[in-house]
């Protein structure tokens, strides 16, 4: 393809640099967006003819020759065509709105959303230790205050766990959860992982989503069991040509 001049940043031994070329090579990079501007152009642009400058160097020294980048080469190549021949299987697969509707309207209890809490705690090694933290929360202490100072769960920010379907928790923790109201604190809590103090934020009770609203995420599901099903199909018809020992 012919460039106008005025896109044309650079050239190394006639190879040319295009302002497109430099554009899509930022918006690859992670945190390429600081570069969209003229300083940030030229300074991609000045890497990407040091990357061609190394690329004729290396082509000077055989180095395409070199028999660990022909072993590397190989495998590369091999890993592109299977990853090659799963897009030209799968690239004909359609879902249609016709089975996206006969999904939702037949399989109501798969797609319903199930209850979700959205819950905080502190979690200590033993019961008196979580006492003793209760009674500074009722004389006062907040509850994200006394997370941050005496829990051993330094994964979550002032006890905060998000949100989370039920079934998520282990037993004790989720029936401890059940008995709360909203706002409400437990008393300790023991578990597998040592001692909680839980507060309940609030919940979601389960629900049917409306058509909508889960319309897509039912085309992602559909559209994965067909691929699935052609790739299966797919691989039994090349076994029966293709010899295949296994050992486990």
Not at 11 to 36: A, H, P, R, W
Not at 62 to 82: Q, R, V
């Amino acid at each position: 393809m012919t460039e106008k001049n005025n896109d044309i940043l650079a050239e190394v031994n006639g190879e040319k640099i295009s302002q497109k070329d430099v554009v899509s090579f930022i918006t690859q990079m992670q945190g390429g967006q600081q570069f969209l501007n003229p300083q940030g152009i030229h300074q991609i642009t000045d890497e990407l003819v040091n990357q061609e400058l190394m690329y004729i160097d290396a082509l000077e020294n055989k180095l395409d020759k070199d028999e660990e980048f022909t072993k590397e080469l190989e495998i590369t190549k091999e890993n592109m065509l299977k990853n090659y021949a799963m897009h030209k299987l799968f690239e004909s697969i359609e879902v249609s709105d016709e089975e996206i509707k006969n999904y939702y309207d037949n399989n109501k209890e798969v797609v319903k959303k199930p209850k979700s809490y959205r819950a905080s705690h502190i979690l200590v090694d033993d019961e008196e230790s979580a006492k003793n933290i209760l009674n500074e929360i009722n004389d006062g202490l907040s509850f994200e205050d006394a997370a941050n100072k005496y829990s051993k769960d330094n994964g979550s920010k002032n006890g905060d766990l998000g949100e989370f379907p039920k079934g998520t928790m282990v037993k004790e923790f989720e029936e401890a959860l059940d008995k709360l109201g909203e706002g409400e604190i437990s008393k300790p809590v023991k578990t597998q992982f040592g001692y909680h103090i839980i507060k309940l934020d609030h919940t979601h009770d389960e629900y049917l989503p409306e058509f909508d609203e889960i319309k897509d995420r039912i085309h992602d599901t559909l559209l994965m069991i067909k691929r699935q099903e052609k790739y299966l199909e797919k691989t039994r018809k090349i076994k029966e040509k293709v010899e295949v020992k296994k050992y486990y």
